[in-house]
């Protein structure tokens, strides 16, 4: 089974990921946390050049290192992991690039679509968990932790709003994948959504036939 967490800046995603991870190790079942950017050896070194505020990057250019990152990650990672039957837990994937130089840039969406699909060899998660919260909300989130702001977080608050945007659209066109949580509330209770959404798939016979 193959899980993405996906949402805007300070939603939660890496905190619930792994918290979820954390639940399932403890429940006995092989599993596997990873991010883009950065699940490998070079994705680390593209999620700096990503991340650093001090790289100016043109959006075609961003998305397709994105998409590089991505390719690398698909088929050194994720790939392997869904063939030795083990859970995939993905702090981000595919359609962070939809919502980010697509609805967030302005670049063209089915292009975007396209690169994606090709990048990532058709692997597309199981179910997607989009945490959604106003702007405003997630980065005073990002600002209380007191450490600098990277190239992406530093971008212009309607930008962020296009980006929330984009993904509950993305979340509306695909129903069966995406799985909409209110992450303006306490940790606990946004994990508790979550188990709620994935222990149903955890029982179903589907899973883990790769
Ligand atoms: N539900 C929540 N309520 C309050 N603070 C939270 C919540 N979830 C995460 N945080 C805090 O907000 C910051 C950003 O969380 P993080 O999980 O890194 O978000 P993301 O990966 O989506 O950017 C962290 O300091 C984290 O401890
Ligand atoms: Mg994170």
Redesign the pocket.
């Known amino acids: 089974m193959f899980i993405s967490f996906e949402?805007?800046?300070?939603?939660?995603?890496?905190?619930?990921a792994k918290k979820l991870v954390c639940y399932l190790k403890a429940s006995g079942y092989r599993v596997i946390y990873t991010r883009e950017p950065g699940g490998t050896a070079l994705g680390g070194k593209l999620r700096h050049v990503l991340q650093d505020s001090a790289s100016a990057v043109t959006p075609l250019a961003e998305l397709l290192l994105y998409a590089a990152d991505r390719a690398q990650h698909v088929e050194q990672v994720i790939i392997p992991a869904l063939r030795a039957e083990e859970i995939v837990v993905c702090?981000r994937y595919c359609d962070a690039g939809v919502a980010y130089q697509g609805y967030g840039r302005g670049l063209e969406l089915d292009m975007i679509e396209r690169i994606n699909r090709w990048a990532v060899q058709g692997i597309l998660p199981d179910l997607t968990i989009l945490?959604d919260i106003a702007p405003e909300a997630?980065l005073a989130?990002?600002m209380?932790?007191k450490k600098p702001l990277d190239r992406l977080e530093r971008e212009q608050l309607d930008f962020h709003q296009r980006v929330r945007a984009g993904y509950l659209k993305l979340a509306a066109q695909q129903p069966r994948r995406f799985r909409v949580i209110d992450?303006n509330?306490?940790?606990p209770v946004?994990s508790e959504h979550i188990l709620n959404e994935i222990k149903p798939l955890l029982l179903s016979p589907a899973v883990g036939t790769y």
């Not at 949402?7 to 619930?16: N, S, V, Y």
């Open positions: 949402g805007g800046e300070g939603a939660g995603k890496t905190t619930q702090d945490l997630g989130r990002i209380s932790d992450a509330r306490d940790v946004v």
